[in-house]
């Protein structure tokens, strides 16, 4: 038997290698892949460079004295889901779809946690 949860919020680890909006919706549960969402964030990804260096802050360089970069950005990003009047969702289930806006970047989704409660006296469903 499933117990009615009230969805809270959305922790996201992710990583871009370009300037990248992500765009996360949260549908019910029983909800079909084009379903429309009760909700939903943008939240935007910004690539950089960050150079590498050593435990005593020298610069790494390659065999041939270039600086080292590595051109990405991870991310932590927390993410409120409440419904589109301002209530967090109930429901049995949670949906989660995340899509971007990116033309030719690539991203990576690298964790994710769902906050939840389950709700006292909520009445079970079977199924």
Request: hydrophobic residues 40%.
């Amino acid at each position: 038997m499933a117990a009615v949860k009230r969805y809270r919020w959305l922790d996201i680890i992710a990583e871009a290698d370009e300037d990248v909006t992500l765009t996360v919706e949260w549908l019910s549960g029983s909800g079909s892949d084009e379903a429309v969402s009760r909700g939903a964030a943008s939240k935007s990804l910004s690539a950089f460079s960050m150079q590498l260096i050593t435990a005593d802050g020298n610069v790494i360089q390659s065999a041939a004295e270039s600086n080292i970069t590595l051109p990405t950005e991870s991310v932590q990003k927390i993410i409120n889901l409440e419904g589109t009047n301002g209530d967090y969702i109930q429901d049995v289930g949670c949906r989660i779809r995340i899509s971007d806006d990116a033309q030719d970047g690539s991203w990576s989704l690298e964790g994710m946690t769902l906050g939840f409660q389950v709700l006292p006296h909520a009445t079970r469903r079977l199924g």
